[in-house]
């Protein structure tokens, strides 16, 4: 099992599409005890929400967020983590909105103090 994502920020390697989490988006990750949660924001989104649970390195949570033009919404994501060659962390993430349409894959990544 790769190690805990508790106290890591992540961000997304590419961009989504317009409106959504993207390269400017940052990731502040908590676990404990099979929990996981976190607190996004940057880029399109003000603020964001995820929560819910790890078994060995399968994620499954729901994610909540509010745009700079007042909208919210929320959705679905099931992550496999990643531990990469040079020690950092890596979700591959595929997910579903549940208040509108679409769906698709991402991959965030581990950022180091000096990509903050």
Known sequence: MARSLDGLVLAPVADQSPGQVGTRTRFAYHEKSGEIWAEYAGGD???GHLVGTREGDRLDFRY???KHDGTTSSGHCVSTV???PDG???LEES???ESQPGSGTSVVEQVTVHDR
Do not use: G, I, K
Request: net charge positive; no cysteine; charged share 25%.
């Open 45 to 47: 989104v003000v603020r």
């Open 64 to 66: 909540v967020q509010l």
């Open 82 to 84: 990643v531990e990469l």
């Open 88 to 90: 950092r962390v890596r």
């Open 95 to 97: 997910w579903a909105w």
